[in-house]
């Protein structure tokens, strides 16, 4: 699927009428959302804003957004559009909060603690009422005098105990497994009492396999476990010395009449009933608890289909704009000229070109007509010039030639690549094995890292500006483009207004208008890690308040929920989408080194202690 972050991207303050404003202090920022000017100028009377969702890969914030280097691909149908000013929704953060931060499915685990703490709640009210209703009676049936005190007062205390557990459990978070063993046992120990009061040979022993099956249904096979065996041991122990004559029988139906035969067959066919309940109660847990994993996948493929299916709709109509013929097609510019357009942005375009005089092929960038009157888009595009001509490295798109600072049509022309960018990729494959993630990490570890060695944060690092190119015989090779909305270490910020970059993969820095650096670029790099893993964007939503709430605020869904993953790379994502800039990787390469090693579980013990403590204090999210 397309990723949405082609429409979503800003570079200039957005209307406060088309955005609602926050009440968030985090994201209330000079720097956010909501003050002043139009969110992007659109470049053409047709191509709408983004408050209005667009779905056009060009009008992200800060500079272009481009497939332009990719191959043309097919038309395809134009979705339905959202009616003008549809982002208008006048949500405050504390909305956002509720419908993006919340979770709206319950985990398998979660569904069956819920399951168990209604079903001990149910089941100790009964044991209260049983235990009162068999007491009642207890001194008109006669019998052996101490075993009929010691019956009626265990029924006094297992209702008590019941009733104690059943009030506790008003709370859920009163439940614990060892609690509910803890009552299981004493209401054992107390239906032994009446065993041995009516006697072990009559059909008071039933009694055992409906409490043995209540037990069966939990979720910690070792309380249910330890249940069976004090019930079927315990019962053959008492029931054997009273058959064998260890000691007479004190029941009201004696067994003294009964051969030690039948005495011995008695004791086997409970033994029988026993062991069949408490198997058909772990049979059904086990049936149960399949039936809620498999339907946890199938609502998370659900959430994950919708998010793709918003990255796709978001994406579509750009797609479809982005080639064909333009202005300067068959022009001169430079030493180029110039042929189809390979991809169009919010502040220029790129065209396949060749040398007028030694044919070699390039892709050749050009500014709208709109932004050459505007001196700050001039600057930007210098600034672009400046950072990529800096970087000589294989993994960043590389940079043939320059116009003058004062030349009529700024340009800049960059070596041509073939194959296609890494959202056409997802949108083909859906997601990545994780060791073709780990090979994608390293080398646009390695261009970061060379960005950072040259002072330079990209600030707009997203699937769209990932190129995989082919290298002839060779295996393909991953290539960071756009330099557009790059910022020089050493320089201000273009503007102090402005907020660059794209919602989806912006770091909460980022997003909240702090300072950035390159951890930035690291973390967009974790989150395309994670989107290309599980097939599915770490944060999306309709508005951009609603990515921008979960950017800041919110954890993505466990990676290994999602696809198999091994846990130890559920920490490095966490590490990487860590949401303070101190707490994530310090470089490409450290990232990159980190995930080859959980993908071996290999990772270091010192990060797997890093991770696990992070994730105590922001754990993932549910959905």
Request: glycine content about 8%.
């Amino acid at each position: 699927m397309e990723e949405e972050d082609d429409v979503t991207r800003v570079d200039a303050p957005l209307p406060k009428r088309s955005v609602a404003p926050f009440s968030s202090p985090e994201l209330a920022t000079p720097s956010g959302l909501g003050d002043g000017d139009a969110l992007v100028p659109p470049p053409e009377p047709s191509v709408p804003t983004v408050a209005e969702h667009a779905p056009d890969d060009a009008t992200t914030l800060g500079g272009d957004t481009r497939r332009e280097h990719a191959r043309p691909s097919a038309p395809r149908p134009t979705p339905s559009r959202r009616p003008p000013g549809s982002a208008d929704s006048g949500a405050s953060s504390r909305s956002i909060a509720g419908s993006e931060a919340k979770p709206s499915i319950l985990t398998t685990g979660d569904a069956i603690q819920h399951q168990d703490i209604d079903r001990a709640r149910s089941f100790l009210r009964i044991a209260v009422v049983v235990c009162v209703l068999v007491a009642a009676p207890v001194w008109w049936l006669g019998g052996d005098a101490w075993a009929q005190r010691i019956f009626f007062g265990a029924m006094i205390v297992c209702a008590l105990a019941s009733a104690y557990v059943a009030w506790r459990l008003r709370d859920a978070r009163a439940y614990t497994p060892r609690r509910i063993l803890g009552i299981g046992l004493v209401l054992v120990a107390g239906a032994f009492t009446g065993i041995v009061y009516t006697g072990v040979f009559s059909a008071a022993a039933g009694v055992i396999p409906f409490g043995l099956f209540f037990f069966g249904l939990s979720r910690w096979s070792p309380g249910t476990l330890s249940v069976y065996l004090t019930c079927a041991v315990g019962y053959a122990l008492v029931a054997g010395l009273i058959a064998f004559g260890a000691f007479p029988d004190p029941g009201i139906m004696s067994s003294e009449q009964l051969r030690l035969g039948n005495k011995l067959a008695i004791i086997g066919l409970a033994e029988v009933f026993f062991f069949a309940t408490f198997s058909v109660s772990r049979r059904s847990y086990r049936a149960a608890a399949w039936a809620l994993e498999q339907h946890e996948h199938a609502v998370r493929d659900l959430a994950a289909r919708e998010a793709l299916l918003k990255e796709a709709r978001l994406d579509l109509e750009g797609a479809l704009r982005a080639r064909g013929l333009g202005r300067f097609t068959d022009e001169v510019v430079g030493s180029y000229r110039l042929g189809t357009i390979l991809g169009r942005g919010g502040m220029g375009e790129v065209y396949d070109a060749v040398h007028c005089d030694t044919e070699e092929q390039a892709a050749v960038k050009l500014l709208h007509a709109e932004v050459l009157r505007d001196p700050d888009g001039i600057r930007r595009f210098l600034r672009e010039c400046q950072a990529a001509s800096k970087l000589d490295v294989p993994n960043v798109v590389r940079v043939i030639a320059t116009s003058e600072p004062s030349a009529p049509i700024p340009f800049i022309a960059m070596e041509r690549l073939h194959g296609d960018d890494l959202a056409d990729h997802l949108r083909a494959v859906g997601r990545m094995e994780l060791e073709d993630v780990v090979t994608l990490v390293h080398q646009v570890g390695a261009g970061l890292d060379a960005a950072r060695a040259a002072g330079i944060v990209h600030r707009d690092i997203k699937p769209r500006n990932l190129f995989r190119a082919e290298q002839g015989n060779g295996p393909p090779l991953w290539k960071i483009l756009d330099f557009g909305v790059s910022k020089l270490v050493s320089e201000a910020t273009l503007t102090k207004k402005d907020m660059v970059g794209t919602p989806s993969y912006m770091a909460p820095e980022q997003a909240s208008g702090g300072a950035v650096s390159h951890r930035t670029d690291l973390f967009a790099l974790g989150v395309i890690a994670y989107r290309a893993l599980t097939g599915r964007p770490a944060f999306s939503g309709d508005l951009v308040p609603q990515i921008l709430y979960q950017v800041v605020h919110v954890m993505p869904p466990r990676p290994s929920l999602v696809v198999r993953l091994p846990s130890d790379v559920d920490r490095v994502l966490a590490l990487a989408l860590a949401k303070d800039p101190k707490d994530r990787f310090d470089s490409g390469a450290e990232m990159a080194q980190a995930l080859e090693a959980a993908a071996r579980r290999r990772l270091a013990p010192e990060l797997r202690a890093r991770a696990d403590e992070l994730l105590g204090r922001a754990p993932w999210s549910k959905t």
